[in-house]
Every structure is written in C-alpha cells, then in structure tokens.
Nanobody, 125 residues
C-alpha cells in the first residue's frame, strides 16, 4: 500500500506563489508516474501536471503552462508543484495521485492507483 500526503496549500493573493508537496510512503511507486489534479466546487477533477519517476518527463495542462512547474525528488519520494502567477481561477482542492505503471495517459483519474487527501488552494483577487 502507498500513502500520499500533500502539504503546502493556503490562501494567496492573485499573482502570488505557492509550492505544494506530495510525500509518498509505503511501497514504492517509483516505477510509474505522479500527477497533480485539482477540483473546484461544482466542477470535475482535472489534471494539472504530471511527471514520470524515471527520466522525469512532464506534462502540463494548457491552463497552467508557463506558470506551474512539477518536479520530483527521487531520494525523498516526494513530488512538488511550484505554482507561480496564481489566478483566482486556480482556486481548488489539489490532489496528488500515483500510478504504478506509466500507461501513456495523464488526464484519466481512474488510471491512478493512489490518491492523497487533498490540500486547499485559494487565490484571492
């Protein structure tokens, strides 16, 4: 079993920055990939960014390209999401997710094996 624990959410003004962390413990999932999703009230959960453990290739949703950066610390089993130039529309609960095998997809939530509990990000205008 794998546990994912997110941290780093909070309240920030538009234009500000936050860094989210996702620490993985338990059985290693470093053969697959990690993703950050978000879900705003009344909206579907959507992919924000993803990264493969091996090689570090990344994926970004169009809405965050150029503003968000995903990275991983292999030794610490931790994935980060650096969020800059935040906008009110970035307000959501952010979830970390892990898949044991990279299957070529990023946006399908059902393809992820493990999920964190979520951390709230609120961007004020």
């Amino acid at each position: 079993q794998v546990q994912l624990v997110e941290s780093g959410g909070g309240l920030v003004q538009a234009g500000g920055s936050l860094r989210l962390s996702c620490a993985a413990s338990g059985r290693t999932v470093r053969t697959g990939a990690m993703g950050w999703f978000r879900q705003a009230p009344g909206k579907e959960r959507e992919i924000v960014a993803g990264i493969r453990w091996s090689g570090g290739s990344t994926y970004y949703a169009d809405s965050v390209k150029g503003r968000f950066t995903i990275s991983r610390d292999y030794a610490k089993n931790t994935v980060y999401l650096q969020m800059n130039s935040l906008k009110p529309e970035d307000t959501a609960t952010y979830y970390c997710a892990a898949k044991e095998t990279y299957d070529g997809t990023w946006s399908i939530a059902g393809r992820y094996d493990y999920w964190g509990q979520g951390t709230q990000v609120t961007v004020s205008s």
